[in-house]
């Protein structure tokens, strides 16, 4: 069971818009640490594809946006294409563990 | 550009210890965080700890506490990871990945991963 929850799959058609959530709690998210975003294609270290909520690293396409706000945070993927199909995890801060964890991971299926 | 290049593929019996180490090749990590996370197969991510270098402090997760380990050599360009009293739960493949200094840091580089076997 992740501190941070996210759904196991999300899916859309090449040019749509995807979002994928991460809800938290007080401790972590609600508590204004930042979150962070990554993506993993099989095989392959993660990737850091949104930091500090929704700055892009540079190389990162203007597609990838991320969002915060209460106790949860958004990843949105915008001109789906068939490269984006990955696993997408979010990361944060948890104060009451004293330790950054992740979320579960969502898999993400380009139709 | 700065990467991270970390040892090879162990196979490990119940019970024993694996070191993996992570090596930075260009920048030491005098400036830097750096995580460990593991992956079990076919599972997700998994934070383990961290360690500041220069700051000389660590931080584990409570899962881990008293069984994992994470050091730096003198200069501060190779990190450590020891994990004891392997099981087979441990399977998994090892990151290491460098962030800033703070402990809600994300990371920006990992290493390739090192696929740690415990078996009989």
């Known amino acids: 069971q992740s501190v941070l929850t996210q759904p196991p799959s999300v899916s859309g058609a090449p040019g749509q818009r995807v979002t994928i959530s991460c809800t938290g709690s007080r401790s972590n998210i609600g508590a204004k640490y930042d979150v962070h975003w990554y993506q993993q294609l099989p095989g392959t270290a993660p990737k850091l594809l949104i930091s500090?909520?929704?700055n892009r690293p540079s190389g990162v396409p203007d597609r990838f946006s991320g969002s915060r706000s209460d106790t949860s945070a958004s990843l949105a993927i915008s001109g789906l294409q068939a490269e984006d199909e990955a696993d997408y995890y979010c990361?944060?801060?948890?104060?009451?563990?004293?330790?950054?964890?992740f979320g579960g991971g969502t898999k993400l299926t380009v139709l | 550009q700065v990467q991270l290049v970390q040892s090879g593929a162990e196979v490990k019996k119940p019970g024993s210890s694996v070191k993996v180490s992570c090596k930075s090749s260009?920048?030491?990590?005098?400036?830097?965080?750096v995580s460990w996370v593991r992956q079990a197969p076919g599972q997700g991510l998994e934070w383990m700890g961290q360690?500041?270098?220069?700051?000389?402090?660590?931080n584990y997760a409570q899962k881990f506490q008293g069984r994992v380990s994470i050091t730096a050599d003198k200069f501060s360009t190779t990190i450590y990871l020891e994990v004891s009293s392997l099981r087979s739960e441990d399977t998994a493949v090892y990151y290491c990945?460098?962030?800033?200094?703070?402990?809600?840091?994300?990371?920006?580089?990992w290493g390739q991963g090192t696929q740690v076997t415990v078996s009989s």
């Open positions: 990945a460098r962030g800033d200094q703070i402990p809600s840091t994300s990371s920006d580089i």
């Open positions: 500090g909520n929704n």
């Open positions: 360690i500041f270098p220069t700051l000389h402090i660590t």
């Open positions: 260009g920048v030491s990590f005098s400036t830097y965080s």
């Open positions: 990361q944060s801060y948890d104060s009451s563990l004293s330790a950054s964890v």
